[in-house]
């Protein structure tokens, strides 16, 4: 049987203003490159992509329905790695040993 440790972790400090500008930034630059390239105006072609999610209540509630088995499949995968869990497919040999 393998004894419990808790130890305390060290975590950088990191803010949501700076992970959400090293990752939606860049997408944003390289999307209007595109659309430039398209020879689309990239702010029209944002605002068209904004007022069709949420332009109203229906379009609105069809990104939740959309995006929350998203976020409760990432829910659950960052739940999983925070316990460590492993593959599961040790767990037959493990058990199936005689005592």
């Known amino acids: 049987m393998k004894?419990?440790?808790?130890?305390k972790k060290f975590h950088t400090r990191q803010t949501w203003g700076s992970t959400l500008a090293v990752s939606t930034l860049p997408?944003?630059?390289i999307g209007a490159v595109i659309f430039q390239a398209a020879g689309v105006s990239s702010f029209r072609a944002y605002a068209v992509m904004l007022e069709g999610a949420v332009g109203?209540?229906?379009a609105f509630s069809e990104v939740l329905v959309k995006a929350i088995p998203l976020m409760f499949t990432g829910l659950a995968v960052a739940l999983a790695a925070r316990m460590a869990l492993r593959s599961s497919a040790a767990w037959p040999s493990?058990?199936?040993e005689p005592v």
Do not use: T
């Open 27 to 29: 997408a944003l630059v």
């Open 94 to 96: 493990r058990f199936s």
């Open 56 to 58: 109203n209540w229906y």
């Open 3 to 7: 004894s419990v440790c808790i130890e």
